[in-house]
């Protein structure tokens, strides 16, 4: 029996962009190929697709306006939707994920980044498994889904918006680094991280502060807190990527040494 392919759909309003990439990808996937709404919507109504990847860029509805139609549809509103565009940055990232994206590919893409990104979204548990832990705390939605976008290729990422619920939240998981803001209303990281450390299994949890005010007052504060580094905003990917793997394998090797080192 042939192995089976996921059904996808591909929507750019230029021709040469769905034919090349149909055969560029047609021996993994099967890949139906749409220049408008009208057209993909004709698509959904047939045929039951795995994900839909949406240029962002056309002259009658950009991509935005279609995500916003599939996620006010009963039916096609669970419908993982992949961005591709020559131009993805910071802004394009948040309003895409406010909106309902589940991942972006930058333009021009290897055929890794293609098949990774439809991968994860279509099987999210194979994914998930043996990943560190990140938790991000943060008021600003925005910035909570920036920091997941940033991390959720090497890690398993939860963000809260609310800091007063931080007790709940670590009764249920347990993560193996946290990421702060510092600037929030009614409770603010520096308050969090005494909160924190009294919770059983966080004693030693490394804490990275993410803020807009990188001053010298706010990181002696933090350090003396028992924060291990900061973060300033806004976020640059390669700073926030470094800085987390580095605390988690000095976090890892601590915990090591102290499990061999006899009692």
């Known amino acids: 029996m042939d192995q089976y392919k996921h059904k996808l759909v591909l929507v750019d309003d230029i021709q040469f962009h769905l034919l090349s990439t149909k055969e560029r990808f047609r021996a993994k996937y099967d890949i139906y190929t749409a220049q408008s709404s009208v057209e993909l ?17 056309m002259p009658e509805e950009d991509g935005f306006e279609i995500l916003k139609k599939l996620k006010d549809s009963e039916f096609y509103a669970h419908v993982p939707v992949i961005f591709l565009s020559a131009k993805i940055n910071r802004d394009v990232i948040i309003k895409g994920m406010s909106h309902g994206a589940a991942d972006f590919i930058p333009k021009p893409f290897s055929d890794l980044e293609f098949i990774d990104s439809i991968e994860r979204c279509v099987h999210p548990e194979r994914y998930s498994a043996n990943k560190p832990v990140i938790l991000a705390v943060d008021d600003n939605p925005a910035e909570l889904q920036t920091i997941h976008f940033f991390l959720k290729d090497k890690y398993t990422v939860y963000t809260l918006p609310d800091p007063g619920r ?9 993560p193996d680094l946290i990421l702060l803001d510092c600037q929030m209303p009614v409770v ?17 949890t490394p804490i990275i502060f993410v803020t807009a005010l990188g001053s010298i007052d706010n990181i002696s504060v933090a350090m003396h807190l028992g924060a291990c580094d900061f973060v300033v905003k806004p976020i640059d990917e390669l ?11 000095e976090y890892v090797m601590r915990r090591r040494i102290r499990d061999f080192t006899p009692r």
């Not at 700073?239 to 394998?249: G, M, P, Y």
């Open 188 to 204: 603010s990281g520096f308050d969090l991280v005494p909160i924190i450390r009294n919770i059983a299994n966080h004693e030693e």
């Open 239 to 249: 700073t926030l990527n470094e800085k987390v793997a580095q605390h988690l394998s």
């Open 41 to 57: 919507f004709d698509i959904l109504s047939s045929v039951l697709v795995s994900a839909i990847l949406l240029d962002i860029n």
């Open 166 to 174: 931080i007790n709940d939240l670590l009764t249920m998981i347990t």
